[in-house]
């Protein structure tokens, strides 16, 4: 067990406990600017909110028509902006220890004086390591949702975007369809060609999967060999469509290394969400469904069964 020693009280302790009360309320009564950004930035570590604290707070100091952040974080932009602009611009490139962290501009109709462009620059410097604190939580959320091999988000997206999109689904009576897809004897692939090759097909295949979805589908890495695909605004005639489309781009693509050529083919199950059904539900109908196009021969797709009857 961790020795903890024991402390002894010093002489001097009230007097301390003291100055760290009125240092306590000092701080969070303090009329002092930089105090308060400090302390209003300290309490989030959205990104947005910040932008939000630090723009409420700067304008009190220096007026402004518009505050503009833009900055690319894991591979997405992130774009915050308020107001409307105006000709004249501060513009500032947030760099900390080497990293770039986004570029903040202040735009407004007036020009800027020097004594301005000081004191946006004394609040910059105090708001800069929360923001690149919060840029920093965005990337790692970013990877916790992200599939390493595949670089697509994977079963933690998934489980979350399933919950969100249930809830949609119910709210506003929208159509959402879900496919598991499959690939179909890929334990033979890598028991025959190595797990370096069958890595290499799952990319290819995430890759070709992409391709042949719109930019409003999501694809997820569900598991090893398995992908799920959540189709906003689609019934499930639709979405059988859509999963024999990605079977098919599956099926054309192809593994070529010196003489080696490798195909895979792959079995879907479809699901549309129903009225009430948790996201649970809804996946355990795709799970049945796949593991229906298994059973019956693979490389084809199965609907679910709806109330009004399935296939
Ligand atoms: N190369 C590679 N293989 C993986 C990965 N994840 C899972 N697998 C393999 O995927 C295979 C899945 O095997 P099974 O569950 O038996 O399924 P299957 O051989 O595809 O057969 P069916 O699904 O029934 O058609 C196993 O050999 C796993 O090792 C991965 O990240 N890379």
Known sequence: MKHTPFVSKSADQPQKLA?????????????????????????????????????EEAATVVPFDSLQYRHRIAKQDFVFSTGLGGPHRAEYRLNLEGAHFGTLTLLRRKRFTEEELGGI?????TAICPIRNACQFIALEQTARTDALTGIPNKRALDEDLARTSHLSDRHQETYSLILLDLDHFKAVNDIHGHLVGDQILRLTAESMERTLRVSDSIFRFGGEEFAVLLPHTASNEAREVADRLREAVTNTIFERGDIRVGVTASCGVSTHMQGESAEQW?????????????????????????????
Not at 28 to 53: F, G, K, W, Y
Not at 284 to 309: C, F, P, V
């Open 19 to 55: 100055a760290l009360k009125q240092a306590w309320q000092e701080w969070t009564t303090s009329p002092d600017i930089l105090a308060r950004l400090t302390r209003r930035l300290s309490t989030t570590l959205s990104l947005e909110n910040q932008l939000t604290i630090f723009a």
């Open 121 to 125: 620059e004394m609040l910059i410097g």
């Open 283 to 311: 996946l355990t109908r795709a799970d049945e469904a796949l593991y229906r196009a298994k059973r019956e021969g693979r490389n084809q797709t199965r609907i679910s069964a709806t109330i009004s009857g399935g296939q």
